[in-house]
């Protein structure tokens, strides 16, 4: 299995694109992980936020491929504790034959065609966060979990 987080537009501080390198590259010593970036819309002034979130669920839905497991950061998604999530992951191991695929989407969320095609949505928070911090804070606990799961000196109970 590989994990992929999907991101829509790039990460546009340059403070959290180096923090993310590093917890990507970290992650990688344990298990195939990839970031792939949707390129943001352009021109986005004369579309409304629900044909902004039309496009990007396309770009969304292109990206994925057949036997993928999607499943989307959102506001409405279960929560975990650190160890709760290591151990869904490792469920995930098991049971997700391609690629386990994190989405965050677009500044107004995502379209009705993304959400149907989700298997789940996860929550980081009750509060709010900005985009770029929800990425930061996403491969954060990623790593968190994998290394709870390799018995790492990481998370301390």
């Known amino acids: 299995m590989k994990i992929v987080f999907l991101l829509v537009g790039k990460t546009a501080e340059k403070i959290y694109e180096q923090l993310i390198q590093d917890y990507a590259s970290r992650l990688q010593h344990y298990i195939g992980f990839e970031i792939q970036v949707i390129p943001e819309l352009k021109q986005t002034k004369s ?4 044909q902004q979130k039309e496009r990007e669920g396309e770009l969304i839905l292109k990206a994925l491929q057949s036997g993928d497991y999607p499943v989307l950061l959102d506001e409405r998604g279960k ?10 992951i490792e469920k995930k191991t098991h049971t997700v034959n391609k690629r386990l695929i994190f989405i965050v989407g677009g500044p107004y969320g995502f ?15 009750k509060m709010t966060f900005s985009h770029q911090m929800v990425r930061l804070f996403f491969v954060e606990q990623l790593y968190r979990a994998i290394n709870i799961l390799n018995g790492g000196p990481y998370h301390h109970e």
Do not use: C, N
Request: charged letters at 20%; hydrophobic letters at 40%; proline letters at 7%.
């Open 47 to 50: 579309l409304s936020p629900e």
């Open 79 to 88: 929560e975990f504790r650190s160890v709760e999530f290591a151990t869904w």
């Open 111 to 125: 379209s009705p065609a993304v959400y149907q095609a989700a298997q789940e949505k996860i929550s980081l928070s």
